[in-house]
């Protein structure tokens, strides 16, 4: 007979006797349920109850021993797994599991109970998994939870619980890795508002965020208003964060292209210069801004989808390859939120459209698969609002647009629909703007504005001139469509006022334009 086989029926005929009651003689009390054992075989299986029958301790020759912070169920799951090697693990039994074998030397079962916790890690959890990790010196779900931590931080925004369990180290880690992003102010307003003892860090664990990087409408409207900012050092703050802000504004330039390789930028609102790209053959591309610059993806050249990424960086005017998307695509659309890369959709050709969604980390550069979207689609718009992405319109096949709205959960990691365009809106553009979208442009003129909090769309007055594949973007609180298919012309809506008005500068071309962006720092 083989070992193993040897092994498994001398498991089973001790689990018989144990429960037959045959030659047991000793009780292990769980609270209050009690479990009969042999000595023998716990001192075989566990190296802490080993110790505790060859040494003098007081239990060595009693016939109960309480196993104290230990409960019922977690007790019979424990002398199941001392028997036959075998254990129910859960997410709702794991720590209790992992303490309990730590506390009596079970290594294996220890390091199991690890790697189901490392399988496990989500928003919900990260934290208190964290701080656990480090309790018990777990170093691979240590690893495993300060990665996620690291790349699913705004989650924590909505995560009460969390935020509680977030110690000031890591959340000084969080704001001083992404100072940048308006998200890290939001975390800081939550922590220290998670404790009472925490708001008298408020002024201090400030000086981790980059108020400069803001937008003018994000310290407005967010952070004067904050009481936390209502005291003379918080309003010098953001007096030197609005000046520098109203100043970067002086510097500030249009970057605008077509699908055809022609990428312009206006650096005095008068007249174009061309940027020089390093891809002759292809079009069809996507282009967003990105924190230094603007990065742009995939595109088609003869007659194939191409997975090259490229970085444009402003003041250096240099271009710098990123690594490649795992499947070539083109009429795709993309979108760069500080340290996240994302591209959603778009072609393999005319017929096959595609629903995937990927992932760039600018840090590590590693690419990871978001889930796919509903229905697949191309040339749509991707924004962020209040931290959430969402995904407007576009085309299901050549001729056929959507009206459908997406937005991701990041915490359920899924894809949720949200009420559709009021019509058919092809070739539109698309913004976030004051917490809401605006949809602007396209063949019929359109003027609309959603209200995630509300799901609902108003109508507002429409642009004097059609703008097909006039891309839209937000600047100095105003929203500006450029140009598109037959016309030039650059309109801007003011939506305090709900009024267009017509910029002196044009686009340089009368076509379908790919992109409009803003960047900084181009001489």
């Known amino acids: 007979m083989a070992n193993n086989e040897f092994l498994q029926e001398m498991s089973v005929t001790f689990r018989n006797m144990r429960h037959s009651d045959e030659m047991v003689d000793v009780v292990l009390v769980f609270e209050e349920t009690r479990v009969k054992c042999h000595r023998l075989v716990l001192a075989a299986s566990c190296e802490y109850f080993r110790r505790m029958f060859q040494t003098e301790m007081q239990e060595r020759d009693a016939g109960e021993i309480p196993m104290k912070n230990v409960s019922s169920t977690t007790g019979l799951l424990l002398v199941e797994y001392l028997y036959s090697g075998n254990i129910e693990m859960s997410t709702e039994n794991a720590q209790e599991l992992l303490a309990v074998s730590d506390r009596l030397l079970l290594t294996k079962l220890k390091k199991n109970v690890e790697e189901f916790l490392c399988e496990h890690v989500e928003a919900t959890n990260c934290v208190s998994l964290k701080n656990f990790a480090r309790l018990y010196g777990l170093e691979s779900l240590l690893e495993v939870t300060h990665r996620f931590l690291t790349t699913h931080w705004k989650k924590l925004i909505d995560m009460q619980s969390e935020i509680d369990e977030l110690t000031e180290d890591d959340l000084i880690t969080l704001l001083t890795t992404y100072g940048s992003d308006e998200g890290s102010f939001l975390l800081l307003q939550k922590w220290v508002r998670s404790s009472h003892g925490r708001i008298g860090r408020f002024m201090d664990l400030l000086q981790n965020i980059e108020l400069t990087l803001f937008s003018k409408e994000f310290v407005w409207r967010t952070i004067m208003s904050d009481e936390l900012m209502q005291n003379p050092k918080g309003v010098k703050i953001i007096q030197e964060a609005m000046e520098a802000l109203l100043s970067a504004d002086r510097n500030l330039s249009l970057v605008v292209g077509d699908f055809n390789r022609n990428i312009w930028i206006s650096v005095d609102g008068k007249q174009w210069r061309v940027i020089q790209v390093p891809f002759s053959e292809c079009g069809s591309y996507s282009v967003t801004s990105s924190s230094d610059g603007f990065i742009v993806s995939g595109g088609l050249a003869n007659k194939t989808p191409k997975r090259e990424c490229y970085a444009y960086v402003t003041h250096t005017r240099q271009w710098r390859t990123l690594p490649p998307m795992s499947v070539g695509r083109y009429y795709h659309s993309s979108i760069c939120d500080q340290d996240e890369f994302i591209v959603i959709g778009g072609r393999i050709n005319e017929k096959s459209h595609l629903d995937s969604v990927e992932c760039l980390n600018l840090k590590t550069l590693e690419w990871s698969q978001f889930p796919d979207l509903p229905q697949a689609r191309c040339l749509s718009n991707l924004l962020h609002v209040q931290n959430q992405l969402f995904v407007v319109g576009g085309y299901l096949t050549k001729t056929t647009t959507a009206r459908d709205i997406y937005k991701f959960d990041s915490t359920e990691r899924k894809w949720q629909t949200c009420s559709p365009l009021p019509e058919k809106c092809g070739s539109v553009g698309a913004v976030s703007f004051d917490n809401k979208i605006f949809v602007v442009g396209g063949q019929?003129?359109?003027?609309?504005?959603?209200?995630?909090?509300?799901?609902?769309?108003?109508?507002?007055?429409?642009?004097?001139?059609?703008?097909?594949?006039?891309?839209?973007?937000?600047?100095?609180?105003?929203?500006?469509?450029?140009?598109?298919?037959?016309?030039?012309?650059?309109?801007?809506?003011?939506?305090?006022?709900?009024?267009?008005?017509?910029?002196?500068?044009?686009?340089?071309?009368?076509?379908?334009?790919c992109f409009a962006l803003i960047t900084n720092g181009h001489q």
């Open 444 to 513: 019929l003129r359109s003027c609309k504005q959603y209200d995630p909090c509300t799901d609902r769309w108003v109508q507002l007055p429409r642009p004097r001139f059609g703008h097909a594949f006039g891309p839209a973007l937000t600047w100095k609180d105003k929203i500006i469509v450029c140009g598109g298919r037959g016309t030039d012309s650059i309109e801007e809506f003011d939506p305090q006022s709900d009024k267009w008005s017509t910029w002196g500068l044009k686009v340089p071309k009368q076509c379908d334009m």
